[in-house]
């Protein structure tokens, strides 16, 4: 593979961990490694009917502090990692946390997270990736029909993962068990009846999941599931670099990557930073533009603009000296 994975919705595609570093780990027994996995993760393969949307589900043992991480990126799915011993360092929404024994920890598809700081620590860590159908804060959950938690029990869960985006949670004795139960599991894949065992341990943990919620979720907000949401997060990503501003944006394609029309994009985006769509993109072009010339780039003036997503040097140099008072090589001269 050239390119990182993409997962799929019907209008974008979403770049997904191809799990590099982790593969290398495996490869060379830095790690003892068992997981489940549908698609590109590292484990063993299981077909998608069984339990579909559960994509990868596993645990590693690491000795020692290793010489490699996992960087920032997503998941076509709700992770949870559950730290059992050992410390961690953790990322996630470009916040730190240091994880230590007892830790468990959530992320939505639209989360940008990483771990390690920038390595991983030594420990044992329990995680599983579950999809239920979005990829924006806005969109339904849709759980697997082996989920089955009575119909308000799975409400109230989904209400509250939906409505809190704080990424560790302290476990509790009944989550830890489940995760126990889920790496033996794992590890006799091939012994009978492995697949109700997952079943009924995987149920488990959901409710033990919603018991900590419950106790610990002191606040909830509605705000986090609104499609205003979905755009702040888009533009947020555009103005930090994680999306690539350098990709022909159009007017169309930033409104579909969120879920939305273009009339209900452009008005929360003039909310949000009080300029249009296309503008606060040309904007981000610049700004990354304006990075490149002071960190020193090797690039000519033409290549930058390239780069950024502008069709000539010629209307790139005119953006530029309209937005900091001086012509691409004039800034690089004096920065």
Known sequence: MT?????????????????????????????????????????????????????????????ATQDWGLDAHRNEGVEIMFLETGTMGFAADQKEHALRAGNFTITRPWQLHKLGAPNIGPGRLHWLIL??????????????????????????????????????????????????????????????????????????????????????????????????????????????????????????????HCGMGITAFSKYCRELVNAGPVEFLNRCRLDRAAQQLREGSNLSITDIALANGFNSSQYFATAFGHRFRLSPTDYRKKT
């Open 3 to 63: 390119g990182k994975p993409t997962y799929r919705t019907r209008h974008a595609h979403y770049e997904i961990d191809r799990c590099d570093p982790q593969n290398a780990a495996i490869r060379m027994g830095k790690i003892n490694f068992h997981a489940l996995t549908k698609g590109h993760y590292p484990g063993t393969p299981v077909p998608n009917n069984i339990l579909p949307g559960l994509n990868s589900i596993g645990f590693w043992n690491a000795g």
């Open 131 to 256: 999809d239920v159908g979005v990829r924006r804060p806005h969109q339904d959950w849709c759980w697997p029909k082996w989920v089955v938690l009575t119909k308000s029990d799975l409400a109230e869960l989904t209400r509250k993962l939906r409505h809190n985006e704080n990424p560790v949670w302290n476990s509790t004795p009944a989550i830890g068990q489940s995760f126990r139960e889920l790496a033996r599991n794992v590890a006799a894949w091939d012994q009978p009846h492995a697949v109700s065992r997952l079943v009924v341990h995987l149920n488990q943990l959901l409710i033990g999941i919603l018991d900590a919620l419950t106790e610990q979720q002191t606040h909830e907000n509605e705000q986090l599931t609104s499609r205003r949401r979905a755009v702040e997060i888009f533009l947020l990503e555009l103005e930090t670099g994680h999306i690539n501003t350098g990709e022909q944006w159009s007017l169309d394609r930033m409104a579909a």
